[in-house]
Protein backbone atom coordinates (compact mmCIF):
# COMPACT_ATOMS: atom_id res chain seq x y z
CA UNK A 1 0.00 0.00 0.00
CA UNK A 2 1.56 3.55 -1.10
CA UNK A 3 2.22 5.93 2.10
CA UNK A 4 0.43 8.91 1.88
CA UNK A 5 2.79 11.67 2.41
CA UNK A 6 2.32 13.58 5.41
CA UNK A 7 0.47 16.55 5.66
CA UNK A 8 0.90 19.44 7.64
CA UNK A 9 -1.82 21.09 9.61
CA UNK A 10 -3.25 24.56 8.27
CA UNK A 11 -2.04 25.84 11.81
CA UNK A 12 1.53 24.87 11.45
CA UNK A 13 1.65 26.35 8.01
CA UNK A 14 0.01 29.50 9.37
CA UNK A 15 2.60 29.47 12.06
CA UNK A 16 5.83 30.23 9.88
CA UNK A 17 5.62 33.49 7.92
CA UNK A 18 6.47 32.66 4.44
CA UNK A 19 8.52 35.12 4.09
CA UNK A 20 10.01 38.19 6.39
CA UNK A 21 8.18 41.38 6.53
CA UNK A 22 8.35 44.85 8.41
CA UNK A 23 4.73 43.22 9.90
CA UNK A 24 6.65 40.00 10.64
CA UNK A 25 9.57 40.57 11.93
CA UNK A 26 8.55 40.65 15.66
CA UNK A 27 7.27 37.61 15.28
CA UNK A 28 9.95 36.00 13.44
CA UNK A 29 12.42 37.20 16.22
CA UNK A 30 9.99 35.84 19.33
CA UNK A 31 10.09 32.38 17.46
CA UNK A 32 13.90 32.25 17.46
CA UNK A 33 13.92 33.31 21.01
CA UNK A 34 11.91 30.95 22.23
CA UNK A 35 13.76 28.20 20.81
CA UNK A 36 16.74 29.57 22.25
CA UNK A 37 15.14 28.78 25.63
CA UNK A 38 15.19 25.03 25.50
CA UNK A 39 18.94 25.70 25.68
CA UNK A 40 19.60 28.84 28.31
CA UNK A 41 16.63 27.35 31.80
CA UNK A 42 18.58 23.76 31.59
CA UNK A 43 22.15 25.42 31.90
CA UNK A 44 20.57 26.96 34.77
CA UNK A 45 19.69 24.48 36.79
CA UNK A 46 23.00 22.93 36.17
CA UNK A 47 25.04 25.76 37.33
CA UNK A 48 22.70 26.02 40.27
CA UNK A 49 23.98 22.29 41.02
CA UNK A 50 27.55 22.74 40.40
CA UNK A 51 27.66 25.83 43.09
CA UNK A 52 25.58 23.39 45.41
CA UNK A 53 27.65 20.92 44.77
CA UNK A 54 30.94 22.86 45.22
CA UNK A 55 30.14 24.78 48.38
CA UNK A 56 29.53 21.05 49.63
CA UNK A 57 32.59 19.45 48.80
CA UNK A 58 34.27 23.28 49.62
CA UNK A 59 32.82 22.39 53.33
CA UNK A 60 33.90 18.75 53.39
CA UNK A 61 37.64 19.72 52.58
CA UNK A 62 37.68 22.49 55.14
CA UNK A 63 36.08 19.74 57.79
CA UNK A 64 38.83 17.44 56.75
CA UNK A 65 41.45 19.98 57.51
CA UNK A 66 40.55 21.10 60.33
CA UNK A 67 40.61 17.36 62.10
CA UNK A 68 43.86 16.62 60.21
CA UNK A 69 45.11 20.12 62.06
CA UNK A 70 43.53 18.98 65.11
CA UNK A 71 45.51 15.41 65.29
CA UNK A 72 48.20 16.67 64.16
CA UNK A 73 48.43 19.31 66.45
CA UNK A 74 47.24 18.00 69.84
CA UNK A 75 47.50 14.19 69.24
CA UNK A 76 50.61 13.80 67.20
CA UNK A 77 51.75 16.91 68.83
CA UNK A 78 53.51 17.97 65.17
CA UNK A 79 56.60 20.91 65.52
CA UNK A 80 57.25 20.89 61.87
CA UNK A 81 57.99 24.38 60.64
CA UNK A 82 54.56 24.43 58.67
CA UNK A 83 52.31 23.84 61.56
CA UNK A 84 54.34 26.24 63.41
CA UNK A 85 54.05 28.54 60.75
CA UNK A 86 50.25 27.66 60.56
CA UNK A 87 49.67 28.64 64.64
CA UNK A 88 51.04 31.78 64.02
CA UNK A 89 48.76 32.71 61.63
CA UNK A 90 45.92 31.47 63.87
CA UNK A 91 45.49 31.75 67.31
CA UNK A 92 45.53 28.17 68.06
CA UNK A 93 45.76 27.43 72.13
CA UNK A 94 48.32 25.12 73.36
CA UNK A 95 46.84 25.50 77.24
CA UNK A 96 44.92 28.47 79.37
CA UNK A 97 45.92 30.16 82.56
CA UNK A 98 43.35 31.66 84.80
CA UNK A 99 41.03 32.31 81.85
CA UNK A 100 43.85 33.26 79.08
CA UNK A 101 44.77 31.46 76.59
CA UNK A 102 48.25 30.14 75.88
CA UNK A 103 49.29 30.63 72.00
CA UNK A 104 50.62 27.52 70.11
CA UNK A 105 53.27 29.32 68.13
CA UNK A 106 54.87 30.25 71.76
CA UNK A 107 55.03 26.90 72.79
CA UNK A 108 56.37 25.47 69.77
CA UNK A 109 58.79 28.34 69.12
CA UNK A 110 60.38 27.96 72.59
CA UNK A 111 60.01 24.11 72.05
CA UNK A 112 61.74 24.28 68.19
CA UNK A 113 64.43 26.35 69.77
CA UNK A 114 65.65 23.33 72.04
CA UNK A 115 65.32 21.16 69.60
CA UNK A 116 67.85 22.80 67.36
CA UNK A 117 69.77 23.91 69.98
CA UNK A 118 69.89 20.02 71.10
CA UNK A 119 70.12 18.82 67.51
CA UNK A 120 72.78 21.63 66.18
CA UNK A 121 75.22 22.29 69.47
CA UNK A 122 74.75 19.28 71.68
CA UNK A 123 74.76 16.68 68.50
CA UNK A 124 71.47 14.88 70.65
CA UNK A 125 70.21 12.15 68.69
CA UNK A 126 66.36 12.55 69.71
CA UNK A 127 65.44 9.09 68.72
CA UNK A 128 67.40 7.64 71.19
CA UNK A 129 66.49 7.06 74.59
CA UNK A 130 68.83 9.69 75.83
CA UNK A 131 67.54 12.08 73.19
CA UNK A 132 63.34 11.49 73.70
CA UNK A 133 63.99 11.96 77.59
CA UNK A 134 65.59 15.54 76.76
CA UNK A 135 62.91 16.16 74.36
CA UNK A 136 60.22 15.54 76.89
CA UNK A 137 62.14 17.79 79.67
CA UNK A 138 62.33 20.70 77.14
CA UNK A 139 58.67 20.09 76.35
CA UNK A 140 57.45 20.60 80.06
CA UNK A 141 59.86 23.06 80.19
CA UNK A 142 59.15 25.43 77.19
CA UNK A 143 55.03 24.48 78.13
CA UNK A 144 55.71 26.21 81.40
CA UNK A 145 57.70 29.39 79.88
CA UNK A 146 54.53 29.53 77.41
CA UNK A 147 52.13 29.32 80.20
CA UNK A 148 53.58 31.97 82.21
CA UNK A 149 54.68 34.47 79.52
CA UNK A 150 50.68 34.13 78.83
CA UNK A 151 50.02 35.20 82.57
CA UNK A 152 52.10 37.66 82.69
CA UNK A 153 50.84 39.29 79.43
CA UNK A 154 47.06 39.21 81.22
CA UNK A 155 48.78 40.50 84.61
CA UNK A 156 50.21 43.38 82.96
CA UNK A 157 47.28 44.03 81.25
CA UNK A 158 45.11 44.66 84.58
CA UNK A 159 48.07 46.51 86.30
CA UNK A 160 48.87 48.81 82.72
CA UNK A 161 52.52 47.61 82.87
CA UNK A 162 53.96 47.72 79.49
CA UNK A 163 57.02 47.29 77.37
CA UNK A 164 58.00 49.14 74.26
CA UNK A 165 60.01 48.45 70.98
CA UNK A 166 62.37 50.90 72.57
CA UNK A 167 62.84 48.91 75.90
CA UNK A 168 63.69 45.46 73.62
CA UNK A 169 66.23 47.73 71.34
CA UNK A 170 67.70 48.75 74.80
CA UNK A 171 68.13 45.30 75.61
CA UNK A 172 69.30 43.94 72.24
CA UNK A 173 71.65 46.41 72.59
CA UNK A 174 73.02 45.40 75.73
CA UNK A 175 73.65 41.59 74.19
CA UNK A 176 75.93 42.86 71.57
CA UNK A 177 78.48 43.91 74.29
CA UNK A 178 80.90 40.76 74.74
CA UNK A 179 83.97 39.71 76.79
CA UNK A 180 85.56 40.18 73.50
CA UNK A 181 83.94 43.75 72.50
CA UNK A 182 81.08 44.78 71.25
CA UNK A 183 79.59 42.84 68.27
CA UNK A 184 77.28 43.85 65.15
CA UNK A 185 73.93 43.63 64.78
CA UNK A 186 74.18 40.91 61.91
CA UNK A 187 76.71 39.11 64.16
CA UNK A 188 74.20 38.77 66.54
CA UNK A 189 71.64 37.71 64.40
CA UNK A 190 73.44 35.21 62.35
CA UNK A 191 74.33 33.87 65.93
CA UNK A 192 70.74 33.75 67.47
CA UNK A 193 69.92 31.96 64.64
CA UNK A 194 72.53 29.39 64.33
CA UNK A 195 72.34 28.63 68.02
CA UNK A 196 68.95 29.09 68.94
CA UNK A 197 67.07 28.74 65.70
CA UNK A 198 65.41 31.99 65.66
CA UNK A 199 65.08 34.85 63.11
CA UNK A 200 64.85 38.35 64.48
CA UNK A 201 61.54 38.82 64.83
CA UNK A 202 61.37 35.30 67.17
CA UNK A 203 64.14 36.28 69.15
CA UNK A 204 62.94 40.26 70.16
CA UNK A 205 59.25 38.24 70.70
CA UNK A 206 61.28 36.17 73.25
CA UNK A 207 63.14 38.69 74.92
CA UNK A 208 60.15 40.95 74.86
CA UNK A 209 57.83 38.19 76.65
CA UNK A 210 60.76 38.56 79.45
CA UNK A 211 61.00 42.44 80.18
CA UNK A 212 57.28 41.86 80.83
CA UNK A 213 57.48 39.10 82.88
CA UNK A 214 60.18 40.84 84.76
CA UNK A 215 58.34 43.77 85.24
CA UNK A 216 54.89 42.49 86.76
CA UNK A 217 57.28 39.92 88.73
CA UNK A 218 58.98 43.15 90.66
CA UNK A 219 55.65 45.15 90.63
CA UNK A 220 53.42 42.43 92.43
CA UNK A 221 56.18 41.64 94.55
CA UNK A 222 55.43 43.32 98.04
CA UNK A 223 57.50 41.42 100.55
CA UNK A 224 60.60 41.44 98.43
CA UNK A 225 60.02 45.54 97.81
CA UNK A 226 59.82 45.67 101.45
CA UNK A 227 63.32 43.93 102.00
CA UNK A 228 65.00 46.02 99.81
CA UNK A 229 63.68 49.08 100.95
CA UNK A 230 65.02 47.76 104.85
CA UNK A 231 68.39 46.60 102.82
CA UNK A 232 69.11 50.14 101.49
CA UNK A 233 68.82 51.20 104.64
CA UNK A 234 71.19 48.38 105.95
CA UNK A 235 74.01 48.90 103.54
CA UNK A 236 74.67 52.67 103.68
CA UNK A 237 76.15 51.66 107.53
CA UNK A 238 80.03 52.00 107.45
CA UNK A 239 81.35 48.73 106.59
CA UNK A 240 78.32 46.89 106.17
CA UNK A 241 78.31 42.84 106.88
CA UNK A 242 76.32 41.53 104.15
CA UNK A 243 76.12 38.37 106.05
CA UNK A 244 74.59 39.79 108.62
CA UNK A 245 72.40 41.84 106.67
CA UNK A 246 71.19 39.16 104.91
CA UNK A 247 70.30 37.09 108.59
CA UNK A 248 68.55 39.99 109.31
CA UNK A 249 66.27 39.89 106.19
CA UNK A 250 65.55 36.13 106.85
CA UNK A 251 63.63 34.44 104.50
CA UNK A 252 63.13 30.60 103.83
CA UNK A 253 63.72 28.28 100.96
CA UNK A 254 63.53 30.41 97.62
CA UNK A 255 62.43 33.34 99.38
CA UNK A 256 65.53 33.90 101.36
CA UNK A 257 68.43 35.82 101.06
CA UNK A 258 71.88 35.19 100.28
CA UNK A 259 74.85 36.79 100.03
CA UNK A 260 77.91 35.70 97.48
CA UNK A 261 81.18 37.03 95.91
CA UNK A 262 81.31 36.85 91.90
CA UNK A 263 85.64 36.46 92.33
CA UNK A 264 87.30 37.96 89.49
CA UNK A 265 85.10 38.84 86.81
CA UNK A 266 85.39 40.47 82.98
CA UNK A 267 83.95 44.07 83.27
CA UNK A 268 81.60 43.23 80.85
CA UNK A 269 80.57 39.99 82.75
CA UNK A 270 76.86 38.68 81.67
CA UNK A 271 75.54 39.05 85.23
CA UNK A 272 72.35 41.24 84.55
CA UNK A 273 74.13 44.03 84.79
CA UNK A 274 76.06 44.12 87.97
CA UNK A 275 79.43 43.76 86.95
CA UNK A 276 78.09 46.87 85.38
CA UNK A 277 76.86 48.02 88.64
CA UNK A 278 79.92 47.84 90.49
CA UNK A 279 82.00 49.04 87.92
CA UNK A 280 80.88 53.07 89.00
CA UNK A 281 81.71 52.45 92.37
CA UNK A 282 85.01 52.65 94.61
CA UNK A 283 86.43 50.31 96.76
CA UNK A 284 84.23 49.43 99.39
CA UNK A 285 81.34 51.38 98.30
CA UNK A 286 77.90 49.54 98.39
CA UNK A 287 75.51 50.05 95.27
CA UNK A 288 71.96 50.67 95.90
CA UNK A 289 68.84 48.46 94.77
CA UNK A 290 69.71 47.20 91.34
CA UNK A 291 66.51 45.32 89.25
CA UNK A 292 68.84 42.69 86.98
CA UNK A 293 67.66 41.95 83.49
CA UNK A 294 67.69 38.63 84.61
CA UNK A 295 64.55 39.45 86.35
CA UNK A 296 65.28 37.46 89.51
CA UNK A 297 65.60 39.69 92.51
CA UNK A 298 67.11 42.90 94.04
CA UNK A 299 70.87 43.09 94.20
CA UNK A 300 73.24 44.94 96.67
CA UNK A 301 76.73 45.48 95.24
CA UNK A 302 79.41 46.27 97.00
CA UNK A 303 83.04 46.45 95.22
CA UNK A 304 86.26 44.61 96.30
CA UNK A 305 88.62 44.76 93.62
CA UNK A 306 88.87 46.05 90.12
CA UNK A 307 91.46 46.27 87.16
CA UNK A 308 91.77 47.25 83.92
CA UNK A 309 89.87 44.74 82.92
CA UNK A 310 88.61 42.34 85.62
CA UNK A 311 86.21 43.36 88.80
CA UNK A 312 85.61 41.31 91.80
CA UNK A 313 82.23 42.32 94.15
CA UNK A 314 80.18 40.81 96.91
CA UNK A 315 76.38 40.90 96.88
CA UNK A 316 73.22 40.88 98.58
CA UNK A 317 70.57 38.89 96.59
CA UNK A 318 66.55 39.35 97.78
CA UNK A 319 64.54 36.71 95.38
CA UNK A 320 61.31 37.50 93.70
CA UNK A 321 58.63 34.92 94.85
CA UNK A 322 55.08 36.42 94.38
CA UNK A 323 54.72 35.39 90.70
CA UNK A 324 55.68 31.73 90.64
CA UNK A 325 53.46 31.70 93.73
CA UNK A 326 50.79 32.82 92.56
CA UNK A 327 51.45 30.30 88.97
CA UNK A 328 51.95 27.55 92.09
CA UNK A 329 48.49 28.18 93.18
CA UNK A 330 47.18 28.63 90.17
CA UNK A 331 48.01 25.05 89.51
CA UNK A 332 47.10 23.44 92.72
CA UNK A 333 43.31 25.01 91.79
CA UNK A 334 43.00 23.35 88.99
CA UNK A 335 42.65 27.11 86.90
CA UNK A 336 45.67 25.92 84.68
CA UNK A 337 44.74 23.40 81.94
CA UNK A 338 46.79 21.70 79.26
CA UNK A 339 45.70 20.88 75.44
CA UNK A 340 48.56 18.28 74.91
CA UNK A 341 49.80 15.61 77.09
CA UNK A 342 53.29 16.36 78.22
CA UNK A 343 55.24 12.61 79.75
CA UNK A 344 56.93 13.40 83.45
CA UNK A 345 60.57 13.13 83.03
CA UNK A 346 62.90 12.56 86.34
CA UNK A 347 65.48 15.36 85.45
CA UNK A 348 68.23 13.04 87.23
CA UNK A 349 67.88 11.15 84.13
CA UNK A 350 68.66 14.01 82.05
CA UNK A 351 72.14 13.96 80.66
CA UNK A 352 73.92 17.09 81.31
Same mark, same amino acid.
Given at each position: ?????? =????????????????? #????????????????????????????????????????? $??????????????????????????? $??????????????????????? #????????????????????????????? +? %???? +???????????????? +????????????? #?? %?????????????????????????????????????????? +?SAKSKADEAAVLVKAKKPDFNKIAMKLGGQ???KVTVGVSGMVPLTNSDGGLSAAAAGLKKGE?????????????????????????? %????????? #????? =???? $????????????????????? =??
Amino acid at each position: MKKLPF =KKSERAKKAVPARITNE #TVAEHRERILAGGRRFKYPMQYARHKLVFNTIIVTLVTLVL $LVIVGWWQLYIVQNSSSFFYRVTRVLP $LPVASVDGENVRYSSYLMYLNSS #THYLQQSEQVNLSSEDGKRQLDYYKRKNM +D %NAVA +DAYADKLARSMNVTVS +DKDVDTTVSQQLN #TS %NGRISQETYDASTLSILGWAPDEYRFAIKNKLILKAVSYAID +DSAKSKADEAAVLVKAKKPDFNKIAMKLGGQGASKVTVGVSGMVPLTNSDGGLSAAAAGLKKGETSGAIKTTTGDGYYFVQLLEKTDSQI %NYQYIRIPL #TAFDE =KLAA $LKKDGKIHEYISIPAVDTQQI =KK
